[in-house]
């Protein structure tokens, strides 16, 4: 994983594959601002997509918490057209915790 000065977490696609969960289909959305819109991939789509995207990186908190924390996306890419693509949340909890922050 490589972090970035701005937060961001960029992975290998083998980084990413390890975090995926296990079956022949695993389900996706993408934000169109208001909505979004989901549907099952087949595994081997998945993995075509992963290798074909300029950029793999952890998801935000909110697609976390969706258990979505991919985002693969091309550079320029528009934020609707980010796919962000399920995880087994054992796997990425492990491979990057999230951190919580104390509340005062």
Known sequence: MT???DGKKFLTV???VNLLPDGDTIHTFYSTGM???GGDWDRTDILQKLSE?????IAGEQARAMSHGLAAYNEG???SDVLF???DKGK???FDPLEIEDEV
């Open 35 to 37: 909505f979004v819109v």
């Open 77 to 79: 890419t528009e934020l």
């Open 85 to 87: 693509i399920e995880t």
């Open 3 to 5: 972090k970035t000065n």
């Open 14 to 16: 083998d980084e990413a």
């Open 92 to 94: 990425i909890d492990r």
């Open 53 to 57: 995207s300029d950029h793999i990186e």
